[in-house]
């Protein structure tokens, strides 16, 4: 029998070494088959060489101890067939096992397949990411073409991973710019300023609209409307009531970065749609604001689904080459906080985080009621995590200007 005889060729270490994990996973096997097959893995974790059938069937009972007699004679038999089995020849037992392996992703597409035709799944990542899990033993025969490391390819790539430059002062000092590929968290607690934070950036003087990049900015929070005057206040650098009464002026500054901005509310949608968007209509950078409201509710564990939108987010940077923004609350263990860290993502535990190239945290003074009669305007961005050029990690002051939407330094 097949199974029997291709457990005879994985008790031998050094062939179940080189098929072990992935490429020869327990549905291969029969039910009654899996289960001596988990034992087997187990005992080659432990004890890190050949496995004889007597040996095999003797850990097997020993872990197994509350079998029923029945049970126990049925696995006694099945381990006579594999003792008297004899070890296929190592290169047909490859071959065979190969072949099990491909026909048991193949159903695993197919089952997919089908969830697609009947609607049940609406976007590819679960595609992309069996793709992703397989590729590797599905083809076990690589040719690899390994990166580029000469030094100039080196520094080229190192400019161009600035391609978008901050307009804060402070924040370039420490954090000069993003690129395509980039996916940058921002995290505040509520009323401290993150809209206003992405228009200044984008519309703001010198901001990435100003440098000629296509911006989308995607919102399911505030009305696009309210989102969209920020963006006039941080182009104009003038307050609503100066817009309305000198509203030429404010066009005249508006229309320099209004051409790279394509703004939409996006409440109700989900990363799926987030993707065929952005690969519809190929921005430089992505605004989601905010990005936790357009994960799937795929689990009752929020970190879980946070983190399968992040990973999500994180392959759309990638794959269409554009920066995404992903605006998110912080819990409420960051009231009052000036400096907050990471694990204040409200949510999540580190998913977002893990899958961040940059996280900008906005922090402002606790204000104490009956002392402070006026806002205190200063603004503190923690660089949280930084894996872009120079890795920085610390506290920048600004100040933020509501009037005109716009963070000053």
């Not at 190969?98 to 026909?103: A, G, N």
């Not at 520094?155 to 993003?178: A, H």
């Not at 989308?216 to 696009?224: G, V, W, Y």
């Not at 409440?267 to 690969?279: C, F, Q, R, Y």
Request: proline share 2%.
């Amino acid at each position: 029998m097949t199974e029997t005889a291709l457990l005879r060729n994985l008790m031998n270490k050094e062939f179940y070494d080189n098929h072990k994990g992935m490429r020869c996973p327990d549905a291969l096997f029969t039910k009654d088959m899996r289960k001596i097959k988990q034992a087997l893995d187990q005992a080659m974790s432990l004890y890190e060489k050949s496995i004889t059938p007597s040996e095999l069937e003797a850990l097997f009972f020993t872990a197994n101890r509350t079998m029923t007699t029945a049970n126990k004679e049925a696995y006694s038999h099945l381990f006579k067939r594999i003792e008297s089995e004899s070890p296929m020849h190592e290169e047909i037992a490859t071959e065979v096992l190969s072949r099990l392996f491909q026909q048991h992703v193949g159903e695993l597409v197919t089952n997919l397949g089908f969830n697609y035709v009947n609607g049940e799944e609406n976007n590819l990542e679960k595609l992309r990411k069996l793709v992703e899990d397989y590729k590797d033993d599905f083809t076990p025969n690589l040719n690899i073409q390994f990166e580029d490391i000469e030094l100039d390819t080196i520094l080229e790539g190192i400019q161009i991973e600035t391609q978008w430059k901050m307009n804060i002062p402070s924040l370039r000092d420490r954090v000069e710019g993003i690129s395509g590929g980039h996916l940058v968290m921002v995290g505040a607690r509520p009323n401290t300023g993150k809209t206003t934070f992405h228009a200044s950036l984008i519309a703001a003087p010198n901001g990435f609209a100003h440098q000629g990049a296509r911006c989308l900015i995607l919102t399911n929070e505030e009305k696009a409307v309210r989102v969209a005057a920020r963006y006039v206040q941080a182009s104009s650098g003038m307050n609503i009531k100066q817009i309305t009464e000198n509203k030429a002026l404010a066009l005249s500054r508006y229309t320099k970065v209004k051409q790279q901005i394509q703004l939409k509310d996006s409440t109700g949608k989900d990363m799926a749609w987030v993707e065929a968007v952005v690969k519809s209509y190929k921005p430089d950078i992505v605004v989601l604001d905010m990005g936790d409201k357009f994960a799937s509710r795929t689990s009752d564990k929020s970190d879980v689904y946070l983190k399968d939108a992040a990973i999500h987010a994180r392959n759309i940077a990638k794959i269409y080459n554009c920066a995404v923004i992903w605006m998110s609350q912080l819990s409420a263990d960051a009231e009052g906080v000036v400096q907050p860290n990471m694990s204040m993502m409200e949510g999540s535990k580190t998913g977002k985080a893990a899958e961040a190239d940059l996280m900008v945290l906005i922090s402002k003074n606790r204000q104490v009621e009956g002392v402070d009669e006026e806002e205190d305007l200063t603004r503190y961005l923690t660089i949280a995590k930084n894996k872009l050029d120079g890795g920085w990690h610390g506290r920048i002051t600004c100040e933020l200007d509501g009037d005109i939407a716009q963070y000053t330094a």
